[in-house]
């Protein structure tokens, strides 16, 4: 096979007026940071031990079976990884470029198994799980939801009593609904899981809280007597994944098996309840904060394959006998792509503020403070869902501008969408999270009446309502925070009315916050997306090392991003009366007339995100372009070709048909 880079592609990077490895850099938090992740995958590329057909040719238990041994294999490797690894985020990177990837069937034991236990655990349960949990003599999971119940955690069925004579927890699942159903990893994998359970003791419930039980024999990986485990089945994608379910009867664990950094029970059962009854949720935090950055990673990956290849592909002669245009050339093909290169560039940026928050308030939570757990809930909630439901949306426009290559497994779009779509379920469903965002927004305009100072993500909601103040020049940054603050106002202003109408009207604040839900999903929606455009603005004028020639590339990003989220939500400018339809249209046409300025970049911009070929996993997004050579080389691969004379032909002559 060529070891060129197709001529067109070569031509599209030639072009850039920026330095690639400068926005590489950048990217990825400095030089040093880029430097060890170009070594990890460089390492999982050319170690022969991660070679293998791709995941698309085999079947599903062959996928697990690939899944287990890449990361078996990279647990063994890891020590030899030295100086390469020097935090969490480092071996995050191996395991991907292990994993190519995909969900592997040990990331529910570093994603949610460990930090649950580091979080949740007293100082001597972190002392006596973690060592083995960091050396992989144990591994686990985070056993949740049930089949009768994901989002209502309240409605969790199973159940912990306390023996304080046998100082033990006696765990059950006591109906068809209670059996824990989807935990990752579950099924085959895991030894422990932390399972969440409703707590009895001397008589009283307490509400759910996270116990550690081992499920495997650490001698023989049986499951353990009163454990029921296995795989739930086949599933949408996810096939290296033994997602699974677990019935448990009558099991016991000792009482130290409960986590008790803040609610503890006592060998005589006293119980003394958590400073705060939401700290048991802490995870679920942590976990979207990551989606955040898993939204914007995939949707970079999408619009990195859908820009090459569309770099590469010519179709349609203009004109008789002139030489067929790039598809990228095409108003209406860039129109389908940029603004979803944009949202990668504002998601990357939105990530890193994500995770900043989420540092910053759990160093507040480990001093005892919990003043800023509610704020970072609403947020985390509000950009899970808004930044998730967008990229999820977007790979699927990804892969259609491929044209029919995009429908081949070739393209990665499959599993790339499969792997990615449980993102706007998991975790908390998007609409559920919406309404929690929303709930907090409302809960802030109403402590605004009794004077209260509103923290940072929400402070704007202060400003007063006023279309006549946004001015008219559509390219000034101002101009557009303005236009976005007001649009996030005008709704939250809205629903948050509605709700105190119906609490006037003698319904309460449930009820209240029902009837009016549709409104408050609008309201949470348009408050995230202005913090996403805010906060790409802000990180932009913040950044004082970068050549004018890059500042002005990311600056026509952050504008794109910004005017066409008006364009696309122009009903409610226009609602509000924040814009006029001949605004709107000025707006639609300014779109159109950066398209050109973006495409000159667009191949180098996805190039800087640095997503290697095995993470990408497509034939059409390959870094050298060449598509054709690699996609026939692709086809070969498929099991139906092994033999010439297909199994079609021997049925045929079996049933005594015969076509000659
Ligand atoms: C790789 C990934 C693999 C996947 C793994 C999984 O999916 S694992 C499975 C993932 N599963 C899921 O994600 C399940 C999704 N479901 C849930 O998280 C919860 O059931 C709920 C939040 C929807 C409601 O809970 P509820 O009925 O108990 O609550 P409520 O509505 O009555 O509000 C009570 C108060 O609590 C507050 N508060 C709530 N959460 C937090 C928080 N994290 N922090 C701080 N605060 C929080 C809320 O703001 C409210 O405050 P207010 O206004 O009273 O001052
Ligand atoms: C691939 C995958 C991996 C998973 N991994 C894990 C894991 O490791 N551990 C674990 O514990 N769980 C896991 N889960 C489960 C996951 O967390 C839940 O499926 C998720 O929280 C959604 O809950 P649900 O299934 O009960 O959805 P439901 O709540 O039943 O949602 C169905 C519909 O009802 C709507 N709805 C529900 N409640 C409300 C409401 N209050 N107001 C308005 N609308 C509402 C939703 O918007 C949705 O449209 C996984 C799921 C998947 C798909």
Redesign the pocket.
């Known amino acids: 096979m060529s070891e060129r880079i197709n001529p067109d592609l070569q031509k599209e990077r030639d072009a850039a007026t920026f330095d690639v490895e400068e926005l590489s850099v950048l990217l990825h938090n400095g030089a040093h940071e880029l430097e060890k992740k170009r070594k990890l995958e460089e390492l999982v590329r050319n170690d022969p031990d991660y070679k293998s057909l791709p995941f698309d040719f085999l079947s599903r238990e062959a996928q697990y079976e690939e899944g287990v041994r890449r990361s078996t294999i990279a647990v063994a490797k890891k020590d030899q990884l030295g100086s390469l690894i020097e935090n969490h985020g480092d071996l995050i990177t191996y395991n991907t470029h292990v994993g190519r990837g995909k969900a592997g069937p040990f990331n ?1 034991h570093t994603g ?1 198994f460990i930090p649950t236990l580091v979080k949740q655990g007293s100082p001597e349960q972190v002392a006596k799980w973690l060592p083995l949990s960091e050396n992989y003599q144990i591994v686990g ?5 049930e089949m009768g ?4 955690l309240r409605g969790l069925e199973t159940t912990a009593h306390y023996d304080p004579h046998t100082q033990e927890f006696v765990l059950n699942s006591p109906t068809t609904t209670s059996i ?1 159903w ?3 990893a ?1 099924g085959k994998t895991s030894t422990h899981a932390v399972v969440l359970a409703q707590l009895y003791t001397l008589g009283k419930c307490h509400g759910i809280h996270a116990f550690v039980v081992q499920l495997r024999s650490l001698e023989d990986h049986k499951s353990l007597p009163g454990i029921m485990v296995g795989d739930i089945g086949p ?1 949408f994608g ?1 096939g290296a994944n033994d ?1 699974g379910f677990l019935k448990l009867s009558n099991h016991r664990i000792p009482r130290e098996n409960m986590l008790m950094k803040y609610s503890k029970v006592a060998p005589d059962g006293s119980y003394s309840k958590p400073p705060k009854s939401t700290l048991t949720y802490g995870t679920m935090t942590f976990v979207r904060a990551m989606i955040v950055r898993g939204s914007a990673q995939a949707i970079a990956q999408g619009a990195t394959i859908a820009i090459r290849y569309s770099a590469v592909r010519r179709q349609s002669e203009m004109r008789p006998g002139e030489p067929e245009p790039q598809v990228l050339s095409y108003p209406t093909q860039q129109y389908k792509l940029f603004p979803l290169l944009c949202a990668a560039y504002a998601f990357h940026f939105v990530q890193v503020k994500m995770i900043e928050a989420y540092s910053e308030v759990t160093e507040l939570v480990n001093k005892g403070d919990f003043s800023r757990t509610q704020e970072l809930h609403a947020l985390s909630s509000g950009l899970k869902a808004y930044t998730s439901a967008i990229s999820n949306t977007g790979l699927e426009v990804c892969r259609t501008s491929c044209g029919g290559h995009g429908y081949s497994c070739a393209s990665g779009f499959p599993a790339l969408y499969t792997n990615f779509t ?1 993102s706007v ?8 999270l919406l ?1 929690q965002c929303a709930r907090y927004l409302v809960k802030c305009t109403r402590d605004l009446r009794s004077g209260a100072k509103l923290p940072g993500s929400v402070a704007y909601l202060s400003c007063g309502c006023d279309p006549s103040s946004i001015g008219k020049d559509f390219t000034n940054v101002k101009t557009l925070d303005s236009l976005y603050k007001q649009r996030a106002l005008g709704l939250i202003r809205f629903a948050s009315g509605k709700v105190d109408a119906s609490m006037d009207g003698g319904m309460d604040l449930v009820g209240a916050l ?1 009837e009016s ?1 549709v409104h408050l999903v609008r309201a949470a929606v348009a408050h995230s997306h202005y913090f996403v455009v805010r906060n790409f603005f802000e990180k932009l004028s913040k950044l004082t090392s970068t050549s004018q020639l890059l500042m002005e590339v990311l600056h026509q990003l952050s504008l794109f991003y910004a005017l066409d989220g008006v364009a696309q939500h122009s009903g409610e400018f226009l609602e509000d009366g924040l814009l006029s339809g001949e605004d709107v249209k000025q707006i639609r046409q300014l779109t159109v007339e950066m398209l050109p300025k973006i495409r000159v970049n667009a191949v180098a911009l996805v190039d800087a995100f640095e997503f290697g070929d095995d993470v990408l996993g497509s034939v059409l997004g390959r870094y050298d372009g060449n598509v054709y050579e690699n996609l026939f080389k692709w086809a070969q691969d498929s099991p139906l070709n092994k033999t010439d004379v297909s199994v079609w032909f021997v049925m045929w002559g079996k049933m005594g048909c015969s076509n000659v």
Request: charged share 15%; glycine share 10%.
């Open positions: 529910l949610m999971t985070y056993a949740q939801t119940h994901g989002t209502f824990k989807w935990p990752g579950l599933k996810y997602n449980p379920t998991y975790e908390g469903e998007n609409t559920v309404l029902n839900s």
